[in-house]
């Protein structure tokens, strides 16, 4: 028996999820389907230039596990992009990530009070 798909982590769902070659009817057109993680997996690798591993510990997924979808979604764009077939971009075992803004601590709070105090009107802040 197969051993269960593990969720991957992505911050969210993609804005277009669709693409297609321009002048041709999307009934008269194949579809190649990318995983949501797939797609994150390109973005972060391939558009923000990210090494193999800092891609693999962002998506809390192994290199080998990352190499294997990166293969996967470039054979897939590669079959779409020479084919003239659309992209769909769904589906997927993925878990979205909610990030949080962190609160400053009290303590921190207090600081930056007192720097503001201390400062005199006009007085650049440093850095």
């Given at each position: 028996m197969a051993r269960p798909k593990k969720n991957r982590w992505v911050c969210c769902e993609p804005e277009a999820?669709?693409?297609k070659p321009?002048?041709?009817?999307?009934?008269?057109?194949?579809?190649?389907?990318?995983?949501?993680e797939e797609f994150k997996a390109v973005r972060l690798?391939?558009?923000?230039?990210?090494?193999?591993?800092?891609t693999a510990v962002k998506m809390r997924i192994s290199q080998p596990t990352l190499h294997r979808m990166?293969?996967?979604a470039?054979?897939?764009?590669?079959?779409?992009?020479?084919?003239?077939?659309?992209?769909?971009?769904e589906g997927g075992s993925y878990i979205?990530?909610?990030t949080r803004?962190?609160?400053p601590s009290p303590a921190r709070l207090a600081s930056i009070r007192a720097e503001d105090l201390a400062r005199k009107p006009g007085e650049r802040v440093p850095g």
């Open positions: 999820t669709f693409f321009r002048g041709i009817p999307l009934v008269e057109l194949e579809e190649v389907c990318l995983t949501v690798k391939d558009l923000e230039g990210l090494g193999q591993e800092p990166l293969l996967s470039h054979r897939k764009t590669a079959d779409a992009l020479v084919n003239g077939k659309a992209i769909r971009i979205i990530k909610k803004a962190r609160k």
